[in-house]
Every structure is written in C-alpha cells, then in structure tokens.
C-alpha cells in the first residue's frame, strides 16, 4: 500500500505515528504488532520449492566468478563478456551430439581459433533420445518429421531420399573414389 501512496520511503514506525503526520490508511487495515507478526510469520519464496533462477545482465555485470557464485546459488546467468574483463577462459569447449567444438586465443593478441572434432559415426544415440526434425530434402508441403539423420552432416532424411547419407555427402563421397 505504501508503494500506490507513493509513501515508501517511510520507515515501518512513521506509518503508524499516531502524532496525525502517518496516513490513516495503515492504522484503519491493522495494527503495527499484527503487521510485525505477519512480516515474521510469512514468506513468499521458498529456497527448497523454487525453481531455478535466471539473471540477464549488461556486459558491465557479466563476469566469470559472477557465473560460478550464482550457479552455486542455483541461479543461472545470461550476459555477454567484454573483452577486457578478466579472468577470462583461454579455452571454451562445445558439445553437440557427436561434435566437440574447442574455441581458444593463442598467445597473439586479438586471433582466436576454433577447432572442431567429430566422434565415430558408428556412436548412435538410443532412438528414444534422437531428436526430431523435418526431412532436408523432401519439399515443405510434405513437411515429413523424421529421426533419422545422414551420417556425414546431420541433416534429417526421410526413409524415403536415403538410408544413411543425404545426396550432397553421397556426391561427395563418389567423388572421392
């Protein structure tokens, strides 16, 4: 209520002053004890039934140790990095299914280099985990959902255009015979 009447910037005692300067509205809804009584008693944020927290922040607020203290706290972080903030990781990995992606800054200023790496083909996630997707090569009108995938790219195939490569891989792999 101190909010709506613009009155918070009152201390808890000046809002039941009975000297005539507090406004009335907080004596006539209750008293200044049941009010203390209340504000023990109740609490709207339980720490062991939340959920996760997510903060986005200004590239001014965004920082490494900031990440690590608040997903100890069970709150994740969004913000980008500047480049002059530190300590900065000199090496960030990716992962994505079967693909690892390394990012680094070697010793020269300003260069960063990316290294990608790929598992085994033969590695097959059980068909209940394999994401979902629409067939690359069949036209949008048929908009076919698939799991299967071609083993080169990762585009999504109906079993109809292939059973393991899509038509650009197959070209490339006859090419290379």
Known sequence: MAGIKKMNHLNLKEMWDEDGTAPDIFRAAMSRNRFLLLMRAIRFDDINS??????TVDNYFTSIPLADELLAARTTIVGTLR??????PSSIFGFHKNKVLLSYVPNKKNKKNQVLKRFAPDLELPEEEKPSGICAVCPRRKNRKTKKSCIYCQKFLCTEHSRTLCDMCKARVYDED
Do not use: A, L, W
């Not at 939340?50 to 903060?55: K, P, V």
């Not at 480049?83 to 900065?88: E, S, T």
């Open 83 to 88: 480049k002059n903030k530190r300590p900065k």
């Open 50 to 55: 939340r959920s996760e927290r997510n903060i």
